[in-house]
């Protein structure tokens, strides 16, 4: 069962505690030797899961599935919307499914998204340095926390702290992540924070053809061409 709501944050709203989280930081393990940092980046098995997403002041608590399989996170944000995150080609492919079952697909690169995301995917980048942050328990399950820092090929970086499930073979079952806000917001804005829990963790192979984008994706840029009509 996923633990209470939790908050994406607006950009220039103070960051507040998760809720159903204590609000004071990870335990330090007493007598630990001194901090660790590793540049390994994350590998789990394929595995699915429930992500658990509340937006302050928004439509209440979202629910979205999520698959993982190597670098790449597949979002079904709703029965009929589906992000695909391509870390490994810097894209993200929204797909969108209409009553006929027909489908349209739209390509753009990662910063055209927007700050909508799946906290998973921002734990994957070029570079990855992971630094041990304590022990915490979490829905009833002891976690290792780590602060991560993650930088993408396109030198843009994104700094998380994530809960390691010692249950679930150290997959996160909650991630605190933060990103800079729009370009087009105020240069004093603070960074956005997304939090996110994640439950019905389940191992098992992710079919490759959820994973794979339509043949009919068009680029975002077309989308917003205006095709003048033969007179």
């Given at each position: 069962m996923l633990a209470a709501s939790v908050n994406i944050l607006a950009a220039q709203q103070a960051a507040a505690p998760v809720s159903g989280s204590p609000a004071q930081e990870p335990a330090k393990v007493a007598g630990s030797p001194p901090v660790q940092k590793s540049s390994e980046p994350f590998s789990f098995p394929d595995f699915t899961a429930i992500q658990k997403?509340?937006?302050r002041g928004g439509p209440g608590t979202l629910l979205m599935k999520v698959y993982f399989s190597?670098?790449?996170v597949r979002v079904d944000v709703s029965p009929?919307?589906?992000d695909l995150f391509v870390t490994s080609a810097g894209k993200v492919y929204k797909i969108v499914t209409s009553p006929d079952k027909t489908s349209s697909c739209v390509v753009m690169k990662r910063d055209q998204h927007g700050f909508m995301t799946s906290p998973f995917e921002m734990l994957q980048g070029a570079k990855v340095e992971r630094t041990p942050a304590g022990t915490d328990v979490v829905d009833g399950h002891k976690t290792k926390v780590e602060d991560v820092v993650v930088t993408r090929a396109d030198g843009k970086v994104m700094k998380s702290k994530v809960w390691e499930a010692d249950d679930f073979q150290g997959a996160p079952i909650k991630v605190v992540s933060e990103i800079d806000p729009p370009a087009n917001v105020d240069s004093d804005a603070m960074p956005i924070k997304?939090?996110?829990l994640y439950g019905d963790i389940k191992f098992?192979?992710?079919d490759p053809a959820l994973l794979t984008p339509p043949d009919n994706c068009m680029p975002l840029e077309k989308t917003y061409e205006v095709i003048e009509q033969p007179k």
């Open positions: 997403i509340a937006t190597g670098s790449t009929k919307i589906t997304i939090a996110a098992e192979k992710v």
